[in-house]
């Protein structure tokens, strides 16, 4: 397995394809050898359909575990997710993306703003997890919810996920204390297809 750094190299390698219109991806075959496949790196992302993981990376079947949610939130199936692939395949890179014109962070700034509780107790629970991150940023602003907003809040959100993901579990917390694991966070934007990666060195 190739070192997280490296692998991170690779994966904004492939977001360049993507956007030059030059992709690399094979789909699946039914000829390979698919037990001795392993993920190179967890994507934990949004469910938006537009927010194509594995295209956007340029990455063929079987190179990614991904996991998706709305949100990009961080539950505990979640953890349990990336604590499966982490340690099941020994994946060293652990990626948290989030993205422009995001409706759950939509949906939160819009509950915020009218004091208002979600149609269900599931959408409530995103949005109950997905508040604490933007509250100060949302309540600086004085209510006023523009693009500009709703992009920082976006990242804020992405940056409490890899807190969460980095101090909510004690084996990923070893893991990545011993060099094991990195977690970072991203975003992509809908707009330009580009993915930014996030400096959270010292989240």
Not at 85 to 97: R, T, Y
Not at 172 to 198: D, K, P
């Amino acid at each position: 397995m190739k070192p997280a750094e490296q692998i991170l190299e690779d994966l904004i390698a492939g977001n360049k394809r993507f956007l030059q219109g030059t992709t690399q991806a094979r789909a699946w075959r039914a000829t390979e050898d698919w037990s001795k496949k392993a993920p190179k790196a967890i994507i934990l992302g949004c469910s938006d359909s537009r927010v194509p993981i594995e295209i956007i990376f340029d990455q063929s079947a079987g190179d990614l575990f991904v996991i998706r949610v709305a949100g990009n939130i961080v539950a505990p199936s979640q953890i349990g997710s990336v604590e499966f692939a982490a340690e099941q395949f020994k994946v060293p890179l652990v990626i948290v993306l989030g993205h422009t014109h995001c409706g759950a962070i939509e949906a939160t700034m819009t509950a915020l703003e009218h004091n208002n509780t979600p149609a269900s107790d599931n959408l409530k629970s995103i949005v109950d997890r997905i508040a604490p991150a933007i509250i100060d940023i949302y309540d600086a602003q004085d209510g006023q919810v523009n693009a500009e907003l709703a992009f920082r809040c976006m990242r804020s959100n992405v940056r409490a996920s890899v807190n969460q993901l980095r101090h909510g579990s004690v084996l990923l917390e070893e893991m990545t204390a011993s060099g094991q694991l990195t977690i970072r966070g991203a975003h992509y934007n809908i707009e330009s297809g580009t993915v930014s990666f996030l400096d959270l060195l010292t989240a």
